[in-house]
């Protein structure tokens, strides 16, 4: 098949700038990756006395047979160089080892919680985007003004609070003051969950067609959603307000200003669409705010998630679960980090060709 | 070819016996650079006035006293229990007791002497690391600059809390440990500003003038290039002292900060989460993390303002 520049396609494609952008950043993402199995065994090398004490339950280091095998396993009689591959190996075949608590695969237990995460993380990063990216153009159009004031010193709050005491301050005015929110969890109790489709609640509901259950739902997700909202929007709305600042500095917007066009089309037509590119790059930045929010908020509303995972890990010393946490987080960060570059390459020419 | 403009004396500071060589020139050179300094450090001076700054300061000079004062301030010990639990606040116990009846009030202020001093060594010892690496990486270029900027990338990868909490996890729940792990997290930040403050010198005319007239390569490092990185590594130790106050009490609502029955703001917050109806146990600590972490942010974005060439303009 040929293109219409008469060379064959597949090498059009190849050679096209965003194409080779893909190829470079899949490239060093995979290096990135491998570099972050580096850092999370030397972790494990340095856990002091030794790893294994710390990955196997007491029952189990009491079982000769079973620490047998776990010296095996993981190649502990071997030389450090082999201990990684075999490490990677495990991993790389979705093998992140036993949980002390659960005592079941720590990856098979990311995958229960996961789905639930995912339902309050996707609203929650959705409307942080939008209302960080309103806000923050509010604040740059108000510049100086009291509704830029009002917008820095909420985003120097939402900045200055810790997240688990926000959701507690919250679930505290909304459940035990007002009584218009529930206490925590996914459902009411008296309700039985849908049948496990996609995991997440509020879609399983609506596929089974149940309205009552979805509407129970959205109530529990409303509050989790809300404040790991304000915290990500906080972190957001200083970029967004700096990087429109630097637009609206521009001679372009004086000009398009000076001519008289109306201030919405301005924003729209000039200030918008150079703006955005560099809040597309920020929204990774928030994206590890969530994450990050996640886990200290799921633990007040018992929201069964990755966070909650994360923070019974944690309390528990379980540390092949935290270790899990921590590179499943890794990953979905990095490949976050990765959508949001190759996406920026797509709006943004200068990059792709530079 | 100089205009005779330029050439004219500058009333500078009195000549610095160190300046390199015999020419008068050179001499007036860097006089000029140095008093172009001296004009950019007045001007921070003026940070001080400004009415968020100054409710800022008195906030933090608060918790200080009230960190180096707490035995006499508290009007009990931190970790005696007593029967009266769960108490709401009256005269007696300003902010009420908590499930082992401690009076929250003396908690409160003894835990800023937990977390300002923790705070402190966190960033001190993170800005040294950082400092140096920014600096070798940033100076020496080349190869040095490729690896330690591919590990920084490593620590990029996670969300600062959560390698935090693996590695606090694998090293165990103690204060020193929480501290370790907190440093291991937060070099990376100083090593990338102070790195990038070192190129944008490095590339300077200025710098290049000053090698010209036989700055060797440690002076020009001791002179032109760290004054350079004051600036931006002041306010990012300013910010990371706040953040550094959330991510301990991070850690230890996690269960991997000091141990009980240490009074650490966050391990109160979530004693406090059991039960909403007590809400006086974790409403406190909680605010004295909030008036904390708020007053390091208000004086790190002031001094940025004036510092950071990029805000200086007013953009922030």
């Known amino acids: ?354 | 070819m100089t205009s005779p403009r330029i050439d004219a004396p500058l009333p500078g500071p009195p000549t610095d016996p160190t300046t390199p060589g015999d020419d008068p020139r050179a001499r007036r050179l860097l006089q000029r650079r140095r008093w172009a300094g001296r004009l950019r450090v007045r001007s921070v001076s003026g940070v001080w006035r400004q009415p968020s700054v100054v409710v800022a300061l008195s906030l933090l000079a608060l918790w200080v006293l009230a960190a180096l004062l707490a035995p006499l301030v508290a009007p009990y010990d931190p970790v005696t229990q007593s029967a009266q639990i769960y108490a709401s606040p009256s005269s007696q116990h300003w902010f009420g007791t908590d499930e082992l009846g401690r009076d929250v009030f003396s908690r409160v202020i003894h835990g800023a002497r937990l977390s300002l001093p923790v705070a402190v060594a966190i960033v001190a010892v993170a800005l040294a690391i950082g400092t140096l690496l920014g600096l070798l990486a940033g100076y020496i270029g080349r190869a040095v600059d490729e690896i330690v900027m591919r590990i920084t990338d490593l620590f990029f990868a996670f969300p600062q809390i959560i390698l935090a909490m693996a590695v606090a996890a694998a090293f165990g729940p103690s204060t020193r440990n929480a501290v370790i792990a907190l440093i291991i997290v937060s070099w990376p930040t100083y090593a990338r500003v102070i790195r990038s403050s070192v190129l944008s010198v490095r590339g300077s005319d200025y710098l290049a003038s000053s090698r010209l007239l036989g700055v060797g390569p440690v002076q020009a490092l001791r002179r032109d290039v760290v004054p350079n990185s004051v600036g931006p590594a002041v306010v990012l130790a300013t910010l990371e002292l706040g953040n550094a106050v959330l991510m301990l009490s991070a850690l230890s609502f996690l269960g991997l900060g000091p141990r009980p029955p240490a009074p650490e703001w966050g391990a109160m917050i979530a004693a406090g989460s059991r039960d909403l109806s007590m809400w006086w146990v974790s409403a406190f600590p909680g605010l004295a993390i909030l008036t904390v972490v708020l007053a390091f942010n208000i004086l790190g974005d002031a001094l940025r303002d004036r510092l950071d060439p990029r805000y200086a303009r007013g953009l922030s």
């Open chain 1, 1 to 354: 098949m040929r293109g219409r520049t008469g060379r064959p396609l597949r090498s059009r494609l190849f050679h096209a700038p965003l194409a080779r952008l893909l190829l470079r950043r899949l490239a060093t993402t995979v290096v990135l990756l491998f570099g972050v199995t580096v850092l999370t065994f030397t972790l494990i090398q340095l856990v002091p006395g030794d790893s294994m004490t710390a990955s196997l339950s007491e029952t189990a280091l009491n079982d000769p047979s079973v620490v047998a095998a776990y010296r095996a396993k993981w190649g502990l009689d071997e030389p450090l160089i082999t201990q990684y591959a075999i490490y990677v190996g495990n991993l790389l075949q979705g093998d992140l080892g036993v949980s002390r608590q659960t005592s079941r695969s720590v990856l098979g237990d990311l995958m229960t919680y996961v789905p639930a995460t995912l339902e309050i993380a996707i609203p929650a990063m959705v409307l942080s985007v939008v209302l960080g990216t309103g806000i923050g153009l509010y604040a740059a159009l108000r510049h100086g003004r009291r509704g830029d004031h009002v917008v820095r010193v909420g985003s120097l709050l939402g900045l200055s609070t810790p997240p688990f005491w926000l959701a507690l301050v919250a679930l505290y005015v909304f459940f035990y003051l007002l009584g218009v929110a529930p206490s925590g969890g996914r459902l009411s109790s008296w309700i039985t969950p849908p049948p496990r489709v996609t995991g997440m609640i509020t879609v399983d509901a609506l596929l089974a067609g149940e309205w009552m259950i979805w509407w129970d739902a959205v109530q529990h997700l409303v509050l989790p959603v809300a404040v790991l909202t304000c915290l990500t929007v906080a972190a957001l709305v200083r970029f967004v307000r700096s990087a429109m600042l630097e637009v609206l500095d521009q001679d372009y917007v004086r000009a398009a200003r000076a001519k008289g066009l109306p201030t919405f089309t301005v924003v729209r037509r000039h200030v918008l669409r150079a703006g955005l590119v560099p809040v597309i790059t920020v929204s990774g930045l928030a994206f590890a705010s969530l994450l990050s929010g996640t886990v200290l908020v799921e633990q007040i509303f018992s929201w069964p998630g990755v966070g909650q995972y994360a923070f019974r890990a944690a309390s528990g010393l379980d540390l092949p679960a935290v270790l899990g946490v921590s590179l499943f987080v890794a990953v979905v960060y990095t490949l976050v980090n990765l959508m949001v570059d190759l996406l920026y390459g797509v709006i943004d020419p200068r990059i792709r060709l530079s």
